[in-house]
C-alpha cells in the first residue's frame, strides 16, 4: 500500500468512532482489518496503532481545532471533515514522518473524495491556523 492508501485506510476506522463507544470502535476496526486484502503485515499494524493512537487523543485535538475553528465547535462539524482534521492535526503535531505541508494537502485530498464540494476550503483554512500556531 502507498502511504497515501494507509491515511485512507486510518482516515476510515477514525471515521468509526464518530458512531461507537469504545469496545465496540475497537472490534468494527478489527473486523474493517480483516476484509482488507493484500496488506502486509507492517502496513496492518502502522495502520491499527495510528489508529490508535489518534482515536486516543479525539479530546485534546477536538479542544485544539476547536480553539481555531471560527464560529464551528466540533459538535456542530460534519464527521468526514473532523475526522479528517483530526487526523491531520494528529500527523502535524506528532508524525515526524509527515511533513506540515504534506499532512494538509493529504487532508484536503481526502475532504475531495469523502464530502462536499465545499469540504476542502473548509478543512483547508483550519489547518492552516493549526500550522501557523505550531510555527510560532
Not at 500500500?1 to 461507537?20: D, S
Not at 476496526?29 to 496492518?44: N, P, Q, S, V
Amino acid at each position: 500500500m502507498t502511504r497515501r492508501e494507509i491515511r485512507e485506510h486510518i482516515f476510515k476506522e477514525l471515521f468509526l468512532a464518530a458512531f461507537y463507544d469504545a469496545d465496540e470502535y475497537a472490534e468494527q476496526c478489527a473486523r474493517y482489518r480483516e476484509d482488507l486484502e493484500g496488506a502486509k503485515d507492517e502496513e496492518m499494524t502502522e495502520l491499527a496503532e495510528k489508529a490508535a493512537a489518534v482515536a486516543a487523543q479525539i479530546p485534546r485535538l477536538d479542544a485544539a481545532i476547536d480553539a481555531v475553528a471560527e464560529g464551528w465547535k466540533t459538535s456542530r462539524m460534519g464527521k468526514v471533515e473532523l475526522t479528517i482534521l483530526r487526523l491531520a492535526l494528529y500527523e502535524m503535531e506528532q508524525d515526524e514522518n509527515v511533513p506540515l505541508r504534506v499532512a494538509i494537502n493529504e487532508a484536503v485530498e481526502l475532504a475531495k473524495i469523502y464530502r462536499c464540494e465545499d469540504s476542502p476550503s473548509f478543512v483547508h483554512p483550519i489547518l492552516r491556523k493549526l500550522a501557523r500556531g505550531m510555527d510560532e
